[in-house]
């Protein structure tokens, strides 16, 4: 059973950076996409970023390009996404989730993700 473990979340400034981890367990990224997504109190949730299995290939929405970075460390099984110039607007519950894939394209559709992590609280105030 895939298990992914984030950590990073906090609370900052606006102008700030946070940079948030996902840890995938038992299998390797090799396989595995690892995409960010986020849910702001009463709104739907929404894709971030994901960075795909093969290649570790990355893809953004248009809100995050240029300020956040997804990357991953295969030795240590890890994903990252960094996040600079941090907006009031960025407030949200980050989830990174996973869906095995052997393609160097990831998708930012949420149905395509089988496994989710609990998420992680990031809180930027004006």
């Known amino acids: 059973q895939v298990q992914l473990v984030e950590s990073g979340g906090g609370l900052v400034h606006a102008g700030g950076s946070l940079r948030l981890s996902c840890t995938l367990s038992?299998?390797?990224?090799?396989?595995?996409?690892i995409g960010w997504f986020r849910q702001a109190p009463g709104k739907e949730r929404e894709a971030v970023s994901c960075i795909s299995a093969a290649e570790g290939n990355p893809k953004y929405v248009d809100s995050v390009k240029s300020r956040f970075t997804i990357s991953r460390d295969i030795s240590r099984n890890t994903a990252y996404l960094q996040m600079n110039d941090l907006k009031p607007e960025d407030t949200a519950v980050y989830y990174c989730?996973?869906?095995?894939?052997?393609?160097?394209?990831?998708?930012?559709?949420?149905?395509?993700?089988?496994?989710w992590g609990p998420g992680s609280q990031v809180t930027v105030s004006s």
């Open positions: 989730a996973s869906y095995w894939s052997f393609l160097s394209e990831c998708r930012l559709d949420a149905k395509e993700y089988g496994y």
């Open positions: 038992k299998f390797t990224l090799d396989y595995y996409v």
